[in-house]
């Protein structure tokens, strides 16, 4: 990889960046069409989410700066990545807001880089998976950046004991070696062997190349910064991903989430190739609390799992409700939603005429969990 493929906006202008070596063109579009990370318009701004994880928007707004004053403006569940907060040291477990930077009066040579604080803070178990959170860059550099990745892919991450953390740790050491310590002395502070230095180096090299191409051709301040984060969040997934796994992640695209039960449990509507069984078992290898999943199959043809044997209420309760509202469902033929107590699905002549979103709003409704719905879901641009 020499660079970021794709296509990147330059002064409002595509331009086609050339596919890996041995790559086709068709292979590289096929790359491109499973990206994880989709625009959404949000408080009139576009911000971009990840398939994994759509209660985490990132912001990327340049020359953002917010101050002990003005962060009040902000929600909870807030997150200031390096150097958009203008202050000191902000950690308000109150309001659940933090800034992630080399921070006003710190001593920058003992204070770890935006991408290490990240993990560090994801590590220590930031409930990111509760409610909506929100996260701002104003330049999107590799730090910056890897910190945001890290954070929308805390998930991954952290499964079966922190595995992948600790496979992408030497990657984020380096990286924050040399923000903290510039190139000269980040080889000896980052604490892993020459071999290890050798091979994180060319990677993260190769993940600046389209960068310095930009500063170098003096387009860099008129890129397009939600189009170039979106093409480097790809970058660290192909990086740091394992071979074969993103695949699966891309296939398994979580589309919304609700709270059911004053949030004892959660309600999933997920799209995917695979069985309920298989998006099943991987929504609980990310997430804790997996109550009941709607699974899209595309069609107008829906299945419905509850996972969660101890709510209040069962599909039982459900099929009534969706029968009643859903315009090609007739009991009378037995076209309708309906099935066991745990498992179910839409009517199978003509499918639903529901979308996503209605079901499982319909979902919230019957289960119990607030007014939660409408600041959750938000389609992805196309």
């Known amino acids: 990889m020499s660079e970021l493929s794709g296509a990147v906006c330059l002064d409002g202008q595509e331009t086609s960046q050339p596919a890996e070596a041995g790559e086709s063109a068709e292979d590289g579009a096929a790359q491109r069409v499973r990206s994880r990370y989709g625009t959404v318009e949000r408080g009139g701004h576009d911000c971009l989410i990840c398939s994994g994880t759509p209660n985490i928007q990132l912001r990327v707004e340049r020359g953002l700066s917010v101050n002990d004053d003005t962060r009040k403006r902000y929600g909870k569940q807030t997150m200031f990545l390096d150097g958009v907060y203008a202050g000191g040291p902000l950690f308000d477990n109150e309001s659940r807001q933090y800034s992630l930077d080399h921070h006003q009066g710190c001593v920058r040579a003992f204070t770890l880089a935006t991408c290490e604080q990240a993990a560090v803070i994801v590590t220590k178990g930031l409930p990111l998976s509760e409610g909506e959170w929100s996260l701002y860059v104003n330049e999107p550099d590799l730090d910056a950046v890897l910190a945001a990745w890290i954070l929308l892919n805390h998930g991954e991450l952290k499964r079966n004991g922190n595995e992948l953390l600790l496979a992408v740790m030497p990657f984020i050491r380096v990286e924050g070696a040399i923000d903290a310590h510039g190139l000269e002395l980040s080889a000896i502070t980052c604490g892993v062997s020459p071999e290890i230095y050798k091979r994180e180096r060319e990677r993260i090299d190769a993940l600046l190349a389209l960068e310095r191409q930009l500063k170098e051709r003096g387009a860099w301040t008129g890129v397009n910064v939600i189009d170039y984060t979106r093409k480097l969040l790809e970058e660290l997934d192909r990086t740091l991903y394992p071979a074969g796994y993103l695949d699966r992640l891309v296939d398994v695209v979580e589309v919304a989430r609700v709270p059911l039960e004053k949030r004892k449990a959660w309600a999933f509507l997920c799209r ?111």
């Not at 997996?290 to 044997?309: A, C, E, N, P």
Request: with cysteine; hydrophobic share 30%; aromatic share 8%.
């Open 272 to 382: 995917s190739h695979q069985g309920i069984y298989a998006v099943e078992a991987q929504l609980k290898q990310q997430h804790e609390k997996v109550g009941l999943v709607v699974l899209d199959q595309g069609d107008g043809r829906f299945t419905v799992r509850q996972t969660d044997s101890f709510l209040a209420r069962s599909l039982a309760d459900l099929y009534p409700v969706l029968n009643d509202r859903d315009d090609k469902a007739s009991e009378s033929d037995e076209n309708c939603w309906g099935g066991s107590t745990d498992i179910g699905g839409s009517p199978r002549r003509t499918g639903s005429a529901l979308d996503g979103e209605e079901i499982l709003r319909i979902v919230q409704e019957v289960y119990g969990g607030g007014n939660w719905f409408k600041r959750m879901v938000t389609r992805l641009k196309t």
